[in-house]
């Protein structure tokens, strides 16, 4: 039976990989809603880029609920640097032919989980956590229907991508994600230390290319605009495909290396630091499953065999 998933996102050049990856993996994977989250870009670009998406795939029977347009208490920080003023990079995607619900996302969170049995559903957050981190303060029982939350963000020993030792998901929501991590639920953090190593290298722009589908078309012009920006930085081996590493390890785990830790989110000093503590040292008890590997050959194999499909 597939696993129902709510993805939480914000869309975004790899958002839109990842969401494109779940589209098409409607065996495993049964996709309740869509949330949106001011991250990338505003709030609105994110609906209107998510709603676009289902447009493009014939997909509009999935629900889009639009989420919060700011962070629970830190200033909006984007990153339309890397993303594009559309936060789709080089790519244009159809006008959506579908409204989002008149529901907010932190409501259709809340009435989803409240409604549904014990440990029943999964979460997929690939932007900052406000939504989620909203929705636990205002109805905390709903953690109960949660099953598991697999979170795109964190960084430890790589160090981060926005400051020196935060990722951008966690630096955008501190607060949020402090809130998230403390749940009580199953959480499994894929954070840089395992997606700096899933790279957009110049054989996988080719491998995208030679597919010669409309898929992998879209994807190569929203990487090829992120490794036009990032080519001094990551040269050859290219940007990195952060958010697919989501539903990569919804559908293969094995392809991933994961260590149970404690994690703490630090919300003041290092904004957005993940403290990343394997050891388990003092009275810290494990919350999170933490990624910090993967196999990047055989995930790029089965995101392209997945994405293809559609
Ligand atoms: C994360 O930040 C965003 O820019 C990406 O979409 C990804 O979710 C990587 O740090
Ligand atoms: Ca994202």
New binding site residues.
């Given amino acids: 039976m597939a696993r129902p998933i709510i993805i939480d996102?914000?869309p975004?050049v790899?958002?839109c990989f990842a969401l494109l990856t779940a589209l098409a993996s409607p065996e495993e994977l049964e996709i309740k809603g869509i949330c949106t989250v001011a991250?990338?870009v505003p709030v609105e670009t994110c609906t209107k880029n998510a709603l676009g998406l289902l447009t493009f795939t014939g997909r509009t029977d999935i629900p889009v609920y639009q989420g919060c347009p700011r962070p629970i208490q830190e200033a909006p920080v984007f990153a339309s640097h890397i993303h594009g003023e559309t936060g789709l990079g080089a790519a244009r995607l159809p006008e959506p032919v579908v409204d989002a619900r008149p529901e907010h996302a932190v409501a259709f969170l809340i009435d989803t989980l409240r409604s549904a049995s014990p440990a029943s559903i999964t979460l997929v957050p690939?932007?900052p956590l406000t939504n989620l981190g909203l929705a636990l303060v205002e109805a905390p029982d709903i953690a109960e229907a949660i099953a598991e939350i697999v979170i795109?963000g964190g960084a430890f020993e790589t160090g981060g991508n926005i400051t020196e030792t935060a990722e951008f998901?966690m630096y955008a929501d501190p607060h949020a994600a402090d809130i998230v991590m403390s749940c009580g639920r199953p959480i499994t953090l894929i954070g840089l230390d395992a997606t700096l190593k899933f790279r957009c290298t110049v054989e996988r722009m080719k491998m995208l290319s030679d597919a010669r589908h409309k898929t992998t078309d879209l994807i190569s012009e929203m990487i090829g605009h992120v490794n036009d920006i990032y080519g001094e930085i990551y040269g050859e081996d290219g940007a990195a495909m952060h958010?697919p590493c989501t539903i990569g390890y919804l559908l293969a785990p094995h392809l991933f290396e994961a260590r149970t830790a404690h994690v703490r989110v630090e919300t003041e000093g290092r904004r957005g630091h993940t403290a990343v503590d394997v050891h388990l040292l003092g009275d810290a008890k494990p919350n999170v499953n933490w990624v910090d590997g993967l196999d990047a050959p055989r995930l790029f194999e089965l995101l392209l065999s997945r994405i293809t499909r559609l």
Avoid: A, F, K, V
Wanted: hydrophobic share 10%; proline share 0%.
């Fill in positions: 996102c914000d975004g790899d958002d991250g990338n690939t932007g795109m998901n958010d």
